[in-house]
Nanobody, 129 residues
Framework: QMQLEESGGGSVQAGGSLRLSCAGS????????MGWFRQPPGMEREGVAA???????TYRDSVKGRFTISRDNSKMTLWLQMNSLKPEDTAMYYCGVGACSAFKALGALSVQPYEHGYRGQGTQVTVSS
């Protein structure tokens, strides 16, 4: 079993920055693909950024150039640096891990692999205009 815990969320004004962290425990995650997904109020979950075991990152179009995902397997930590935040980035943000084979089949930003892997409890990000 793996446990994931997010931190770093909060309330910021548009244009501000936040750095989300995801601390893992219980099992090594260097064999997994990882990522961040979010659920805006009243909307479906959506993949935000993902990173594979080689450190190759994928971003949804709306966050490209503003968000950066990174991982440190030795520290069992995943980060999401979010700059130039916009009100439409407001959501509950979750980190998750999943089988790389599932992401390859479903898409790097798919949220389905997290259903069969592990995910945290989420951290709220609120961006005001």
């Amino acid at each position: 079993q793996m446990q994931l815990e997010e931190s770093g969320g909060g309330s910021v004004q548009a244009g501000g920055s936040l750095r989300l962290s995801c601390a893992g425990s219980g099992q090594r995650f260097d064999q997994y693909c990882m990522g961040w997904f979010r659920q805006p109020p009243g909307m479906e979950r959506e993949g935000v950024a993902a990173i594979d075991t080689d450190g190759i990152a994928t971003y949804r179009d709306s966050v490209k150039g503003r968000f950066t995902i990174s991982r440190d397997n030795s520290k069992m930590t995943l980060w999401l640096q979010m700059n130039s935040l916009k009100p439409e980035d407001t959501a509950m943000y979750y980190c998750g891990v999943g089988a790389c084979s599932a992401f390859k089949a479903l898409g790097a930003l798919s949220v389905q692999p997290y259903e069969h892997g592990y995910r945290g409890q989420g951290t709220q990000v609120t961006v005001s205009s």
